[in-house]
C-alpha cells in the first residue's frame, strides 16, 4: 500500500487555486488506490515552527544531554523527516507570494532539510516523485514580462531535487486573480482554460503515479 505525504501552505481555506488543483490529485489518487494512505498536513492551518538556533545545533549535541527545548526541537525534525522517508508520493500545494512560496511551506524545508539524513550526499528520500501544484494570480512562464520574477518553480526544483534528491514535476495554475481584478478581465478565459488543463493534469500525473508505484 501506498502513501501520499499531501502539504496544502496557502493561507486561505478556501477559493485557494492550489489547494483545489491539489484536492483533485488527492481525490483521484484515494478513488485509485483506496487502500492506500494520505498524511497530511496543512502548514498554513497548523503551521511549523521557523527554524530556530536550537532547531539547528541539536544535531552536534549528544541527546542525553538534551534540553527539554532542545528535544522538543529534535522530536519535531525526526517526525518530519520520517513522514517524508515513509512517503511513496508527496504532493505540495503552493500559491505565489510576494514572488515566491509562503512563509509556512519554507518553514517546513528548513525543518525537514537535515544534513546527513534527508540532505547530503546520500538523501533519504531520494528518488520520491513529488508533484507541486504552484498557482499564482498572473503569469510568470517565459516570454512573459515578468519571467525573471519566478521564484516559486526555480527555488523548489533547486532545492527539492539539489538537496533532497527528489523527483519533481510541477502543475501550474496561473492567472488566478482574472476574475477579481478588472484590469485583468480580458485574460479570464486564458485563466479558465489554464485552470481546466490543471485539474487535467492533476488527476492523470495521479493515476500514473498510482499505477507506477503498484508496478
Known sequence: M???LHLDSSALPQGSASRDVTAVFRKTWEEQHPEGTVVYRDLAANP??????????VGSVDPAEFTDEQRAAY???VELAEELERADA???GTPMYNF???????AWLDQVIIMGRTAGEKPSAAGTPVTVVAS???SYAPGTPRESFEFVT???EKVLTGMLGLEVDFIVPELTLAATVPAMAELV??????????DEEAAAKAKALVARLAG
Do not use: M
Not at 48 to 57: C, D, G, K, M, Y
Not at 100 to 106: Q, V
Not at 189 to 198: F, H, I
Open 2 to 4: 501506498a502513501t501520499l
Open 154 to 156: 526555480n527555488y523548489l
Open 90 to 92: 508527496v504532493l505540495i
Open 189 to 198: 478565459g486564458k485563466a479558465e482554460a489554464s485552470r481546466a488543463k490543471a
Open 75 to 77: 522530536d519535531l525534525r
Open 48 to 57: 511549523l515552527p521557523h527554524i530556530t538556533a536550537t532547531a539547528l545545533s
Open 136 to 138: 499564482r494570480g498572473g
Open 100 to 106: 515566491t512560496i509562503p512563509s509556512s511551506l519554507k
